[in-house]
């Protein structure tokens, strides 16, 4: 592959490998005089690209960053009219290297393992030494190869000190059409990067090595299923089917171990659950009588250091914020014409989006008002329009449903809210404007149970009709499906992205890629039915059980203290 990044950079660079995608391609046609350049002149061979940028000294093209994650670039979806080539084959999709097997897809996905592999950040520093180090210039410059046009260097020419109109107006165009090289940062060699931890992310390195360290009985109520686990910073939030709310802490070294803590076997343990932040205490709300209370129905968020859980599925139509700190409901919020049957929150806590069985979803900006702007409240606990945790109204009301919505997604970073409903149908708008963008369907148009999506743009959906699976890239194109093992209760991801947790009646643990939906690896259980499933930041799996216990998955301490963990990564074990 081509290395990422080069001396120059230019809209002419991001225009021959974008013109395939609006606006690049209207932008492409109107510096040709409202035409595609010749045929044989477009981006069309990622070989023959590639084999012109080793042979062509004038050819000085970098990769992108959407190599690394569109693969939409690569196609020519919208069956532009590219024109015909010399050897007479119209020009349409991108030709891929043999080991892409025609799939964009993993050609992206393939590209971006290889620039975040091992071999490239132990090398890293060469190129470093080429872009913005030592190599830029003099001696060792030339003695790399890697030498260019001097006005391209930083403080070749003094353009505002120029005369000659002519020259500066030429040096102008050579700037904007070639680009600049970069300020030279270092002038010694950089230091090559350290090995990686492959404790920092075990279930890339080493997924065998995660198993079942410890359990916890229940404490709240015997025989009651946990229902909901949800994590903020050092804590576990807890949640039964009896209502009963539980906060504990995380810990992460053996050192915090407290009596909380029983172990299952005799291995020691390196992350396990702690002692209560606040004790387990019922929450005074009642369901609607046609709910079925699960993990659709919470959420965690956290504003500034408050902590907070939202509950939906009221027999009143409302949802309610209830403080962390003591358990008490400090919100309440009655917009949707009926019940509130799940909820969603942003990856950084500023935006909820509420789903109904109304058929509409509702978008609320967090309150992230000044703490000294909040109000004391009275004897009966009202609550100051500056003391509002979600502002009273939506800012969007979303429609396009015709059936109950049973699962949500909602990403700032991403700018969309994806929901699914019983009558099998997933809707994407926009979240900034709340306009309407695509529409995909189950296959067989069975409801939709439960939904997750990646930063990526990876978005999976599950129907518990028929335990399928289906994988759609956030442009709505289906990439995999595959069928559960048994029925799911939850499905989470890992912090990264790259690999989605699956559990349910049948008591293990399946681990699946959100590449291909292949089953990564499988932990079973401890003969449990799982009902709820996180996923920490250091990878590990906390898992609430049918009888109200808690099962901790993470690296065994043996393997750590002896430094024998693989520092390759596992292959896929296959679809399943």
Same mark, same amino acid.
């Given at each position: ?228 686990? %949800? ?52 929450? %005074? ?27 939906? %599925? ?189 559990? %349910? ?72």
């Amino acid at each position: 592959s081509f290395y990422y990044g080069s001396h120059y950079s230019s809209m002419g660079i991001v225009l021959h490998y974008l013109l395939r995608l609006e606006p690049f391609t209207t932008l492409h046609r109107s510096l040709q005089g409202g035409k595609f350049d010749h045929a044989d002149r477009l981006f069309q061979s990622i070989d023959s690209a590639y084999r012109n940028s080793l042979s062509n000294s004038s050819d000085v093209k970098e990769l992108i960053p959407e190599f690394f994650y569109m693969p939409e670039f690569l196609e020519n979806s919208n069956s532009y009219h590219l024109g015909i080539k010399q050897d007479g084959e119209p020009l349409g999709d991108v030709a891929l290297p043999p080991w892409a097997k025609g799939s964009p897809e993993e050609f992206i996905h393939i590209n971006r393992e290889a620039l975040e592999s091992e071999y490239v950040s132990s090398n890293l520093h060469h190129w470093i030494d080429l872009i913005f180090g030592y190599k830029q210039r003099g001696q060792p410059a030339v003695e790399a190869a890697n030498i260019f046009y001097y006005v391209t260097y930083e403080g070749a020419v003094d353009l505002e000190n120029m005369d000659d109109m002519i020259q500066k107006y030429a040096i102008e165009d050579q700037i904007a059409n070639f680009g600049q090289t970069p300020i030279q940062i270092f002038r010694v060699k950089h230091p090559r990067r350290g090995p990686p931890i492959p404790i920092a992310h075990p279930l890339y390195f080493a997924p065998q090595s995660i198993t079942l360290t410890s359990s916890v009985s229940s404490t709240i109520s015997h025989m009651s299923a946990v229902l909901f686990i %949800g994590l903020l910073d050092n804590t576990i939030i807890l949640m039964n089917e009896g209502l009963i709310l539980s906060v504990k802490l995380w810990l992460t070294t053996r050192t915090q171990l407290g009596g909380n803590f029983t172990f299952s076997g005799p291995q020691e343990n390196f992350f396990g659950v702690g002692s209560d932040v606040i004790s387990p205490r019922k929450i %005074g709300t009642f369901l609607a009588e046609n709910v079925k209370f699960g993990r659709q129905l919470l959420a965690t968020m956290q504003i500034n250091s408050d902590k907070y859980l939202i509950l939906c %599925g009221n027999w009143e139509n409302s949802f309610q914020i209830i403080s962390l700190s003591d358990g008490r409901i400090v919100q309440s919020i009655r917009q949707h014409k009926d019940v509130v049957g799940c909820v969603a929150v942003s990856s950084d806590g500023n935006v909820v989006a509420t789903g109904s069985y109304d058929t509409t979803v509702m978008i609320w900006h967090a309150f992230r008002g000044r703490p000294s702007e909040k109000k004391m409240r009275t004897a009966n606990f009202e609550i100051s329009e500056n003391d509002h945790i979600i502002m009273e109204r939506p800012v969007h009301i979303l429609c396009g449903h015709d059936d109950i919505i049973t699962c949500l997604f909602v990403s700032t970073e991403l700018d969309i809210v994806v929901s699914g409903s019983k009558d099998g149908t997933c809707i994407f708008h926009t979240l900034r404007e709340g306009r309407y963008v695509r529409s995909i369907r189950h296959p067989s148009g069975f409801g939709l149970s439960k939904l997750v999506a990646t930063r990526h743009g990876r978005v999976v959906l599950y129907s518990e009709i028929d335990l399928s699976l289906h994988m759609h890239s956030i442009n709505g194109k289906h990439i995999a499906s595959a069928t559960s093992i048994g029925r799911l209760n939850c499905m989470e991801l890992s912090c990264c992205g790259e690999f989605m947790a699956c559990a %349910g009646e049948h008591g293990q643990i399946v681990l699946r890629s959100m590449h291909s939906l292949d089953i990564v690896w499988k932990y079973p259980g401890a003969g449990k039915g799982i009902t709820s499933l996180a996923m920490t930041r250091e990878e590990c799996f906390i898992a609430g059980t049918k009888d109200g216990s808690l099962l901790v998955f993470s690296v065994e301490t043996a393997l750590i203290r002896r430094g024998s963990m693989p520092q390759t990564s596992v292959k896929p074990s296959g679809a399943g």
